[in-house]
Each structure stands twice: as C-alpha cells, then as structure tokens.
C-alpha cells in the first residue's frame, strides 16, 4: 500500500535559517505529491504539489522536487520567518482514487 | 469563496455516548472526504463521498461510525457509541469534480472523549 514518511521533529530555528524536512513515499503506481501546512489554530492548508517526476512545485519561498528515482519530495526554504512556524504534512495521492496519505507531519518553530 | 465549514468547533463527551459533527462543502465541490487526525499524526481518511454516493469506506470502523451525504452537499459524520481511543481532530475536505486532487479542508471538530 501507499505510504509517507517524513522527518520526525519537532524542528527549531532561528530567522533567516535554511529548513528542510524530509520526506519519502511508497506507493504503487505513480503518485501526486504533496506538501500541507497548518498554522496554529487553523486548518490544513496545500502549500504546494508535483503531480509528475522531476516536477518542481514552489509557494511562499518554499520548494520540493519531485524525485522518481529517490522517491523523495523534499521540502526546503532558504529563508524562513517567524510566521512559517507551523506543522508541516507531505502527502500522496494515486491519480486512480486521489485519496490522500500523510505523514505523521513535522512541527517547525522559528525563534526571532 | 467561502471555505469549509464544520461545526462544532469542540467537542467533549463520555464514553459510551453518541456525537455528530457537520461539514458544509466549497459550493460546487462534488467530492467531500472526512478525516480523524489522532494527536502526533497525520490525517487518516475515513470516508469519501462522490456527490451523495460513497467511493470508500474501507478505513471507517462500521460499526460506530456512520456518514452521510444527503443531497450531495452537506455530510455529517456520526459516532455512536463513542470510546476513548476516538479522541481526535475530526476534518472535512472537500475538492472539485474536474480538480480532485486538490483538496480544501475545514477548521476540523476537536472531539474528547472521557
């Protein structure tokens, strides 16, 4: 079956500092590829997809990169701020049924 | 564009006691999904529905919980009888017929059973 497995956290940093969260899937056909976030006290949010191998989907300074041969969809940012304090979920969805799998999420805080 | 909308917000109940939550759709979002989210992980999806039919149920314990999509646009999700271990963050999402892979979700219902 389908599955996600991302990097456990939680993660703390300061401003300005480089983030990546990990992130790996198996899946049994070819997946679209998801990050989410959820900032607190609301609800999940899609912050970006890749729907194809070597797709690269971006928002918000954030970026992940499709990786077929790794399966891997890694998330990073080069600067991040206060406000990206959140918790993070990478997910997939087979094009057949579009159900989404998530990983478990990492929490991120980043300090002033 | 309104969001989703779920109420209530919160929930406290006993064990052994009944408990529904209601999800209003993006107007126009032929697909709607429920998810429990159990502290530290990530959302697992219940149940989804295709206008008022549903496409799979396979990960929704049958014999507690129940939902349903009258009319293809609300859906409410029901517990009955309700146990420790459903103490969870209920969410509804919901996503366009033509767009499915996109999915909205709601605020969520915060449930706590004692």
């Known amino acids: 079956g389908n599955s996600v497995t991302q990097m456990e956290g939680p993660v703390t940093l300061s401003e300005e500092a480089f983030l990546t969260i990990n992130c790996t899937y198996t899946?049994?056909?070819?997946?679209?590829l998801f990050w989410y976030v959820q900032y607190p006290g609301e609800g999940l949010q899609l912050l970006l997809k890749?729907?194809?191998?070597?797709d690269k989907g971006s928002n918000k300074g954030f970026e992940a990169t499709y990786r077929k041969e790794t399966t891997s969809f890694h998330l990073e940012k080069g600067s991040v701020q206060v406000s990206d304090s959140a918790v993070y979920f990478c997910?997939?969805?087979?094009?057949?049924?579009?159900?989404?799998?998530f990983g478990a999420g990492t929490t991120v805080t980043v300090r002033a | 564009e309104a969001g989703v909308a779920q109420s209530p917000r919160y929930k406290i109940i006993e064990k052994r006691q009944s408990v529904a939550f209601w999800c209003n759709p993006i107007s126009g979002h032929a697909t709607l999904y429920w998810y429990q989210q159990i502290l530290g992980q990530g959302p697992k999806l219940l149940i989804q529905f295709q206008n008022n039919g549903v496409v799979d149920d396979s990960q929704l314990p049958k014999d507690r919980f129940s939902a349903e999509r009258l009319k293809g646009v609300d859906s409410t999700l029901k517990i009955q009888p309700a146990k420790l271990e459903d103490s969870a963050v209920y969410l509804c999402a919901s996503s366009r017929g033509l767009d499915k892979e996109t999915q909205y979700f709601g605020p969520g219902t915060r449930l706590l059973v004692l």
């Open positions: 890749a729907t194809k191998a070597d």
């Open positions: 997910a997939l969805s087979e094009s057949n049924d579009y159900k989404l799998s």
């Open positions: 899946a049994t056909g070819y997946p679209s």
